[in-house]
């Protein structure tokens, strides 16, 4: 089991910068692949960005490819996503998932296992 908390979130003006923190129990994290999704009122929930635990390669949605960053610090059970550049079209909910099975879809949020309870971003323009 994996609890995932999410934290950072915020109100920022367009061309701003905020950093999501996710923090979480367990013992095993290390082994899970994390990704961060976002959800606007009235739209689905969408990929942002993933980052694999066995070789930390990380993958982006294109909307944010170049302006957001994400990391994981194993030591302290943490993933990051640094948002940088920020524009109105990314207010939504941030939430962050973990995977323990690295042969699913990474792109998916049905193939996530767990899920925090997320946390809103507002950018305003």
């Known amino acids: 089991q994996v609890q995932l908390v999410e934290s950072g979130g915020g109100l920022v003006q367009a061309g701003g910068s905020l950093g999501l923190s996710c923090a979480a129990s367990?013992?095993?994290?290390?082994?899970?692949?994390m990704g961060w999704f976002r959800q606007a009122p009235g739209k689905e929930r969408e990929f942002v960005a993933a980052i694999m635990w066995s070789d930390g390669k990380t993958f982006y949605d294109d909307s944010v490819k170049g302006r957001f960053t994400i990391s994981r610090n194993n030591a302290k059970n943490t993933v990051y996503l640094q948002m940088d550049s920020l524009k109105p079209e990314d207010t939504a909910v941030y939430y962050c998932?973990?995977?323990?099975?690295?042969?699913?879809?990474?792109?998916?949020?049905?193939?996530?296992?767990?899920w925090g309870q997320g946390t809103q971003v507002t950018v305003s323009s």
């Open positions: 367990g013992r095993t994290f290390s082994r899970y692949d």
């Open positions: 998932a973990a995977k323990s099975d690295s042969g699913r879809d990474k792109l998916l949020a049905y193939e996530y296992d767990y």
